[in-house]
């Protein structure tokens, strides 16, 4: 399982990935092997700013779907439009390639609320 450094983690298995003012937000790899089989992701919301813990769109795996959490406020700039295609990006590659939304971060100060690498870790019992 990864959990690469360079991301902060949220209670509800997303991470974000900040560059400058913007973040690329996605799944964790432990959430998408929870999840399984990735067969489609739904994001409605782009141009829309959303708070913090707010849904911004849902994934669906052969089992089951989830509601896709706002780890941070911000406005969503763009949604992975590869996913579109081939949702299986998720499960391949959920820090690099699987990323779901880009988004203008609206308040940094959240981040700080977020998860490091061994704090995630150590919420999922890893």
């Known amino acids: 399982m990864n959990f690469p450094e360079n991301v902060k983690y ?10 400058g003012d913007e973040a690329y937000v996605g799944i964790t790899d432990f ?5 399984g089989e990735i067969v489609y992701v739904d994001v409605t ?3 829309e700013t959303l708070s913090q813990g707010e849904v911004f769109g849902s994934i669906e795996a052969v089992k089951t779907v989830s509601d896709l959490m706002m780890p941070i406020a911000g ?40 998860m490091s690498a061994a704090e995630y870790k150590e919420f999922i019992g890893k």
């Open 10 to 19: 949220s209670s509800d298995h997303e991470w974000v990935r900040v560059e």
């Open 31 to 35: 959430a998408q092997g929870e999840l």
């Open 45 to 47: 919301s782009e141009g």
């Open 75 to 114: 406005e969503i700039l763009e949604v992975n439009a590869a996913l579109e295609d081939a949702p299986e990006l998720v499960n391949s590659d959920a820090f690099g390639d699987g990323w779901i939304i880009k988004i203008a971060i609206q308040n940094a100060d959240e981040l700080s609320g977020l």
